[in-house]
């Protein structure tokens, strides 16, 4: 099953181009980097969805703490790592 998972970003390293912008984000402690394109808006401490890599929306922390919860209930937070 694919899943977008929402993590909080840490650090964000822009590339030459918008399209090279990507970040270090936080999955409830597992970082991993992340490309930024697709939400040229997100700054550091900004929560976003992300889906094989890429960082495709905004949210805010409220939601995705309840997701952070959701999936710690179903152990699906370890599959990250």
């Known amino acids: 099953m694919c899943l977008a998972v929402p993590g909080k970003i840490v650090s964000i390293i822009s590339g030459d181009e918008p399209i090279f912008r990507t970040?270090?984000?936080?999955?409830?402690?597992?970082?991993?980097?992340?490309n930024l394109a697709?939400?040229?808006?997100?700054?550091?401490?900004?929560?976003?969805?992300?889906?094989?890599?890429?960082?495709?929306?905004?949210?805010?922390?409220?939601?995705a703490q309840k997701v952070f919860e959701y999936l710690r209930e179903m152990g699906e937070l370890e599959e990250l790592k």
Not at 25 to 34: A, C, L, P, S, Y
Not at 39 to 54: C, K, L, N, S, T
Request: charged content about 25%.
């Open 23 to 34: 970040g270090k984000v936080n999955f409830g402690g597992i970082v991993k980097e992340v």
């Open 38 to 63: 697709y939400v040229p808006e997100a700054q550091i401490g900004d929560y976003v969805i992300v889906h094989v890599g890429f960082a495709i929306s905004k949210l805010d922390e409220t939601e």
